[in-house]
């Protein structure tokens, strides 16, 4: 059973988990440093235990311990018990969204363990936005795709914002990360996957036209950029989506990736 | 031609335009008073200028002025110059993107005269997310959906995070604004148009199923409740996007709208 604590000092050292909460920089490392992530509102929180994560502590203030009630039963961790005033000089910011928890990281599989039995693969290659990658596995969990791999340099699903935009997602559909940019694919490929790229290129073949066969892996490049020349040439074939003919007199060149990510998870599974 | 005039005060009051700029409650009043929105970085700009709204004045720092050159060359009105400190005092942030143009809008047709040469239209019913708005536009734009209808109280599409994400396309792909509510839908049949309710209910029309007819106006409710009961009742039909059967047991019960508006673009146009 957790236990509560009151704590009035944000300088306190029990609270070092929370510190800075929207300084990326800062958490990135610190986060990777100590194996933690930050879990944040009642149903992320909720979500993030019941999927094995092991709680270090929350931090809340006493108006969110009733809505939690039947999750501190089952933890033991301390409750650090604070008003909003020393959760904003703790965190940086005002905390609206109620509990936080910073809670441990679980051993991500090898890719080859997590492919094992999947058939509908997403690739994310450096996709550098946590709110697009949160998307992203809202839309894979939503869509019923039930892998996702991460190149070596995409950003992590358990930064507090992915976390947030995927309403718990990051927790349900199992991702692993490639530790390999240059032969990644290659495993995919020995495993029986079909490689697809998605390109905004309108001479790919419409996705929603692409045979499928019965294991495909598609790949998703970051926001600015698309996909590597390196990746799109490794592609068994490259896939967009139909634009509208006058879309670019309109000034729209593409998609948004989490807007192209839908339509393809939708058609991948359809 | 844009006349350069240096300035230095923060409260100067030729800047007024460009105050408080993430202040949501204080920038709705201040642009309805005056007419108003903020573009912001060299391709809005560029885009809103193409499309015919007066510039205001511009805010920027000296090193975006040759990047806009060409914009100012044709624009009349006074480019305020500023020091990035200045920049930061007047708006409330640090300028990242570039410049910032004030700009008058422009009045907005009539639901029946932007419907009448349209087949295909989105309705945006009481969206609060300005961001979402915006890349619900980039969904149009580049898939083919040439007219936006919103509710009386919808998020404003002109609003400055709007415009950003929608690159530019809020001012590509038309739209107007019921004035009545409860009456705004019958305007819509009586001009022809089947009108189609998305909604998460897995038990409506698959949206690839639905019978599409000539003229489409696809409703689409806001982030937290969806369409109201009053609009669900007055659709033709209700369809959904197929989610996988073990989604609900992950705890991913939707797709955000922005998601679900792209895969409902791709099917509306396909």
Request: proline share 6%; charged share 25%; aromatic share 4%.
């Given at each position: 059973?957790?236990?509560?604590?009151?704590?009035?000092?944000?300088?306190?050292?029990?609270v070092?988990d929370?510190v800075h909460?929207?300084d990326?920089?800062?958490?990135?490392?610190?986060?990777a440093?100590?194996g933690l992530f930050?879990?944040?509102?009642?149903?992320v929180i909720r979500?993030?235990?019941?999927?094995?994560?092991p709680v270090?502590s929350?931090l809340m203030?006493?108006?969110?311990i009733s809505a939690?009630?039947?999750?501190?039963d089952r933890?033991d961790a301390p409750?650090y018990?604070?008003d909003?005033?020393?959760a904003?000089?703790?965190?940086g910011?005002?905390v609206?969204?109620g509990?936080?928890?910073?809670?441990?990281?679980?051993?991500?599989?090898?890719v080859r363990?997590?492919?094992?039995?999947?058939r509908?693969?997403?690739?994310l290659?450096d996709l550098v936005?946590h709110?697009?990658?949160g998307a992203?596995?809202?839309c894979?969990?939503?869509?019923g795709?039930r892998a996702v791999?991460?190149s070596?340099?995409c950003?992590?699903?358990?930064?507090?914002?992915?976390?947030k935009?995927?309403?718990?997602?990051?927790f349900?559909v199992?991702y692993?990360?490639?530790t390999?940019?240059?032969?990644?694919?290659a495993?995919l490929?020995d495993?029986?996957?079909?490689?697809l790229?998605?390109?905004?290129d309108?001479s790919?073949?419409?996705?929603?036209k692409?045979?499928m066969g019965?294991?495909?892996a598609?790949?998703l490049?970051?926001?600015?950029?698309?996909?590597s020349?390196?990746?799109?040439?490794?592609a068994?074939?490259?896939?967009c989506?139909?634009?509208?003919?006058?879309?670019?007199?309109?000034?729209?060149?593409?998609l948004?990736v989490?807007?192209?990510?839908?339509i393809?998870?939708?058609s991948?599974?359809r």
């Amino acid at each position: 059973m957790a236990h509560l604590v009151p704590l009035a000092d944000p300088r306190d050292s029990r609270v070092a988990d929370f510190v800075h909460l929207r300084d990326v920089q800062l958490r990135k490392s610190l986060e990777a440093e100590h194996g933690l992530f930050i879990a944040e509102g009642e149903k992320v929180i909720r979500r993030a235990v019941e999927t094995g994560h092991p709680v270090r502590s929350f931090l809340m203030a006493r108006r969110w311990i009733s809505a939690l009630s039947d999750v501190l039963d089952r933890v033991d961790a301390p409750v650090y018990v604070v008003d909003d005033a020393t959760a904003e000089a703790v965190t940086g910011y005002p905390v609206h969204r109620g509990a936080l928890a910073a809670m441990d990281r679980l051993p991500l599989p090898p890719v080859r363990d997590l492919v094992t039995h999947a058939r509908r693969v997403l690739v994310l290659e450096d996709l550098v936005d946590h709110g697009n990658v949160g998307a992203i596995f809202r839309c894979a969990a939503a869509l019923g795709v039930r892998a996702v791999i991460l190149s070596p340099r995409c950003a992590d699903p358990l930064y507090r914002r992915s976390v947030k935009v995927s309403m718990g997602a990051v927790f349900a559909v199992p991702y692993a990360r490639m530790t390999d940019w240059h032969g990644g694919l290659a495993e995919l490929r020995d495993a029986g996957f079909r490689l697809l790229a998605l390109t905004p290129d309108q001479s790919a073949v419409p996705i929603d036209k692409a045979p499928m066969g019965d294991r495909v892996a598609l790949m998703l490049g970051s926001e600015g950029d698309g996909l590597s020349s390196r990746w799109l040439r490794a592609a068994d074939e490259a896939v967009c989506i139909p634009m509208s003919s006058d879309a670019m007199e309109l000034g729209v060149d593409s998609l948004n990736v989490v807007a192209a990510a839908a339509i393809a998870c939708h058609s991948l599974t359809r």
